[in-house]
């Protein structure tokens, strides 16, 4: 006896199986409440069907109103549109800092069309916050506004955000609207304006060659050097002298003529007593029998590129190198010698920076699609032949990074590092946060550290503690493939110790002495 049965039964032929009424009624509403399969199968397929048909009478009306037959598929729109990320940096007469959440500000995530620029960057900027043409600074018509990239530097008005994407090749990108009260822009402007009028053109006359009283000529034709110690020839001038000036010349016997200098910057070749501040590049003594010597081009603006292709080759680290630099022009740069060298490691190293690399201060390597091992082994060579060639190191790369392909540990302090490594406004959050954690601003610190992908709970006990996880993360971790990749190169080749490595970095960081 199944469901259907029991529904042509009646009470009384029922009641010969079931004695007890109640469960008979049961049974009923039971059988009775209970679709057959094939029913509730049917009705899933009708509801499907509706919906679908629903959906194509929404979808197909207003193509054929607003857009014609022949438009590209949905997909191929999507793919027109980046992720980018905008904030919002206030300057006022003190500081300049980013405007944080619950101010009105904040990192705001949105898709821009690739072909956008700086004037929809803006736009939206603008929209985000300033909503109603008000902020929590004020209204929109009190700023001046700029648009900057991720560098904090003004984005050109004809780059897209496609361009850049394809230019930088990183995951993201931030923008920020950059905004500062019309009046100190005025008075910024004024000011300068007023130095431009008190700025006077320098020229040299023989009118003022009777008020010069420290000039040193020589007493034959022979070109010499002199010094000029005294600058009364520029009457109510005040300039800050913070070099020499030598003057050589092919013929002083006449004082007073000077129509035709020839004005050099340069050492005094005949006084060596003040080079305590000056490193004089010494290249290594090698010898020249045997050696090959290979010509590397480096075109304008493709150091990068052009760098990588040729140290591919294995073989490249043990010939000797001349530079051949081709101009915008096409024309073949004069120079040569040991500063050419240099200025092309220079070159490298700097576009490196902009494109493979993250971090202000201190930066470290960030993986590229299109970089693979033999690519990084390239770059590795690129140091170890810098070094070896004039002790050229890239000292924007972080100490940790260095010390852990070098000695396969990190020795320095990760979290002073990484305070160098994080942008202006995060470093002075964490240094708050390191003083005193009482007082920060609890929100702030929990958006600096979302963003390094933070994932434990802090505390003012630990906070120290997973500062400094979150460092190795950030400046050992993450570049780890790169490591692995130079450090197959630079292994046993570069015999440094720590402290040497400290001292290097010590003494090749600009100073205003140096």
Partial sequence: IDRDVILLMDDSVLANYIPSYGDRLALFHFCRSQNPASKRKLGLFE???????LRKQSTTEPQSEETPETSKPKSRSKARKRQIEIGWIHADNKETKQVRTKQGGGTRKLAMNINAGYNEILKEGKELFFPDGTSSKGDECEFLFEVWDFRQNVLPADVSVGKIFEAVKLPNLRFYIATRPIESADSTSNTGSENNDDTSIISLHSDFSEEVADVTMPTNNSPEWSVVTDLAMVPNLNITVDEEVFIMAEDVSDPHNISDPEITFGPNLGDESDLENTVVYVPPETSETGIQTKQITIRHGSCLHDMISEFSDPETLTK???????????????GSGAGVVRDVYSNFWQEFYDR??????????????????????????????????CQYIP???????????????VYSDLIECFLQFVSTQEREILQHALQDFSSVEFD????????YECRRQVSADNFREILKEISHKELVQKPMFVLDCW???????ISLTFEELNEMYAKLLPTAKK
């Fill in 444 to 451: 702030e610190l929990l958006e600096v550290l979302d963003c």
């Fill in 47 to 53: 509801r499907l069907r509706e919906k679908m048909k």
């Fill in 320 to 334: 000797k190198l001349e530079f051949r630099r081709l101009l915008p022009d096409n024309s073949e740069e004069a």
């Fill in 356 to 389: 493979c690399t993250l971090g202000t201060t201190m930066k470290v390597p960030f993986i590229r699609h299109d970089f693979q091992a033999d690519t990084w082994k390239a770059v590795g060579r690129i140091f170890l032949k810098g070094y070896k060639d």
């Fill in 395 to 409: 000292i924007k790369l972080a100490l940790p990074f260095m010390e852990e392909m070098l000695f396969g540990a």
């Fill in 487 to 493: 450090k197959e190169i630079t292994e046993s080749q």
